[in-house]
């Protein structure tokens, strides 16, 4: 069965180091998702990607995140100069984007960040 | 704002059955999911209601009036590895997923 792969499964930082977090969504999906989860908390979106470009993005998706699809596979989150509080799990996801499942997203197992 | 509303946590034995209810406030609405998500992993795709009515799938069902914005998931026949947490989660009208907090179940012998 497909899945959306993310790497590296864990990633320890330096406090204003940047990260680049790596997903290969499932193959014939169109839509793209990160989210992050700190621990104990809810799910939180970050961003949505779409044809090449973001379609949506949250308050928490600021200056310091980008996305990229370097690619035809992978899809990237970059953390340019990581906080304390960006230590979380964070979470690819994609989705058909067409037919009856269309908005049904997938997870990857993610990506636990602590940065120290 | 946009709220989703579910119990922190609930418990049940195996071999029972039990419902975990969600409601919510958003702004539109695309549909609700359910996810099962185990410690420290990813959030496992349940089920997906976006008309209002009972989805069956297996040992679990997933419930939808959107009037009452209210959504319940009933898991039956349970088993120990169903002890998880459930989240509820609503696509609004700019098809983000907004998440509930999750629901802790935890299954007794």
């Known amino acids: 069965e497909p899945e959306v792969t993310q790497t590296p499964s864990h990633q320890v930082t330096q406090m204003g180091q940047e990260v680049i977090l790596r997903c290969v969504p499932i193959?014939?999906?169109?839509?793209f998702y990160w989210y992050r989860q700190i621990l104990g908390q809810k799910v939180e979106f970050l961003v949505s990607f779409y044809n090449n470009e973001i379609s949506e993005k949250s308050e928490i998706f600021d200056d310091q995140f980008s996305v990229e699809r370097p690619d035809g596979s992978n899809f990237t989150l970059k953390i340019r100069s990581t906080k304390l509080e960006d230590s979380a799990m964070y979470f690819c996801?994609?989705?058909?984007?067409?037919?009856?499942?269309?908005?049904?997203?997938?997870f990857g197992a993610g990506t636990r960040l602590s940065v120290l | 704002g946009q709220n989703i509303d579910q119990p922190t946590e609930m418990t049940a034995t195996e071999g029972a059955i039990v419902q975990i209810n969600c409601t919510y406030q958003?702004?539109?609405?695309?549909?609700l999911f359910w996810y099962q998500q185990h410690a420290g992993e990813a959030p496992t795709f349940l089920s997906y209601n976006v008309l209002d009515g009972l989805e069956e799938k297996g040992r679990f069902s997933s419930f939808l009036s959107r009037s009452k914005g209210y959504s319940y998931l009933l898991l039956k026949e349970l088993q120990m590895k169903d002890s998880a947490s459930y989240l509820c989660a609503v696509l609004d009208s700019n098809y983000q997923l907004i998440w509930g907090a999750g629901t802790k179940l935890i299954i007794k012998p």
């Open positions: 996801a994609s989705s058909p984007g067409q037919g009856l499942a269309k908005n049904i997203q997938y």
């Open positions: 958003t702004s539109g609405f695309n549909g």
């Open positions: 193959s014939n999906h169109l839509y």
